[in-house]
């Protein structure tokens, strides 16, 4: 089955940082808008931030705004989240995968491809 994958997710304390890595061997993803989405037990799934093919195009979910940075490098098949300023609400199991309708304002209720097993994220207060 293809699948994206994640790594980069730990325990951090409240106002840390870590950066997430989306990736996979088994085909390019250069040709995908690609977003970052969580869940949390016990709560609905959220899309987290997205961006275009070209990278041209992002979006976040306010709650991330100022926060988060979403970047690729299509060179090395790479697309990286990078979480700044982290709060204990930010706790929950992050994936990645590619977007059917695109990096829209609306992504976080796209359909999905390729979706990763995710990596968890465990901030503390």
């Known amino acids: 089955q293809l699948r994206f994958v994640e790594s980069g997710g730990g325990l951090v304390r409240s106002g840390g940082s870590l950066r997430l890595s989306c990736t996979t061997s088994k085909f390019t993803l250069e040709y995908y808008a690609i977003g970052w989405f969580r869940q949390a037990p016990g709560k609905e799934r959220e899309g987290v931030s997205c961006?275009?093919?070209?990278?041209?195009?992002?979006n976040y979910a306010d709650s991330v705004k100022g926060r988060f940075t979403i970047s690729r490098d299509n060179a090395n098949n790479t697309v990286s989240l990078q979480m700044d300023s982290l709060k204990p609400d930010d706790t929950a199991d992050y994936y990645c995968a590619a977007l059917e309708g695109g990096c829209g304002p609306n992504f976080g209720r796209y359909g999905l491809d390729y979706r990763g097993k995710g990596t968890l994220v465990t901030v503390s207060s």
């Open positions: 961006i275009s093919s070209t990278g041209s195009t992002s």
